[in-house]
């Protein structure tokens, strides 16, 4: 007993230090700023969201080069919409190819900003990403932006990301104090070792998948609580997404090669034994060595944007 014991705690602490080594680098691509877009839509642009379609423009940050954007009319107010972008906890639910989520760090600042840190699973066509992104909420400013969590290896070399929300401003439509209307935009960089498929998916796909999935969650509660007569509860957890499918840059020299990948999973899957040690490791790890260089200058960032507001 004493040997599986020495064992499982051996095998807790090299699981946790190989879930906290931290990647490659510290960002490559120019994170999103919070707030609405900068952004103008057309008469043809109004007529396509009234149709219920998914409307594509450019975003330009800071003068820079433009980025693709998308925006979309959701007949669920607000509240209900980002009841459904943060409730993490469900996404493997209601977000396809998401197999596994869970934060592990949240911290909230007085103003209700959130810092969130998150593992998110994904596997597209049989190709697994495993990352950990860095989100942080923006609740005065109706935005959540994210970056990687770069304290801990992801298999994506780089990911930046974005949502906006506001009460829809198109005064036509029936009841539109019960209409949103969301703008998101997200970049990756993928390692080359990425099939052809995947790497075609995300760059076509996937972005209208993450529209299709928060308009069918965000309606269908919405419509039932309308029936029921419930309103909403307080929300379970918080998240954001990784993919968005806008943008992508090869980037192998960074990348994570993919058995690493799987044997995380396997970690997770076959160390039943060590559950207790390697919770306890993990924990100790993550307000120890997780407090590292990265998270301590994102940290102190977003803490000094919280504390200007």
């Known amino acids: 007993m004493r040997c599986l014991l020495l064992l499982a705690l051996g095998l807790a602490a090299v699981a946790a230090r190989k879930e906290l080594t931290p990647h490659p680098h510290q960002g490559l691509s120019d994170p999103y700023p919070p707030g609405k877009p900068e952004t103008e839509l057309a008469s043809k642009d109004i007529q396509l969201l009234r149709d219920g379609k998914l409307v594509q423009q450019s975003f330009k ?3 820079g080069a433009g980025r693709a954007l998308a925006v979309q009319d959701l007949h669920a107010p607000p509240d209900y919409v980002w009841d459904r972008i943060l409730d993490f906890g469900n996404y493997p639910k209601m977000v396809p ?40 909420y923006f609740k005065s400013l109706s935005s ?8 801990r290896r992801s298999t994506l070399d780089d990911s930046v990301g974005y949502w906006y929300v506001e009460p ?9 104090q019960e209409w949103s209307r969301v703008y998101y935009s997200c970049m990756l960089r993928v390692p080359k070792w990425v099939p052809g498929i995947v790497v075609n998916f995300l760059e076509k796909k996937a ?17 039932k ?26 980037a192998g020299q960074h990348a994570a090669a ?9 970690e997770d899957e076959e160390f039943t034994i060590a559950g207790t040690a390697l919770g306890v490791a993990r924990k100790a790890a993550t307000f120890g060595v997780g407090y590292g260089a990265g998270w301590f200058m994102h940290a102190r960032a977003v803490r000094r944007r919280s504390e200007e507001e």
């Open 225 to 250: 609580d309308k029936v029921s007569g419930q309103q909403l509860g307080k929300r379970g957890g918080t998240g954001g997404g990784v993919f968005g499918g806008f943008s992508l840059k090869g």
């Open 61 to 63: 940050k800071g003068g």
């Open 97 to 136: 190819k998401v197999v596994k989520c869970n934060n592990y760090e949240v911290e909230t600042f007085r103003n209700g900003t959130e810092a969130i840190k998150t593992r998110m699973v994904m596997n597209v066509f049989g190709a697994k990403f495993d990352n950990h992104i860095y989100h942080t």
């Open 168 to 176: 829809c401003p198109d005064k036509s439509k029936q009841d539109v």
């Open 207 to 223: 972005v209208s998948e993450a529209n299709m999935w928060l308009k069918r969650e965000a309606e269908a509660k919405f419509a």
């Open 258 to 266: 993919p058995a690493a990948v799987e044997e995380e999973e396997d």
């Open 144 to 151: 959540l932006t994210w970056t990687l969590d770069y304290a």
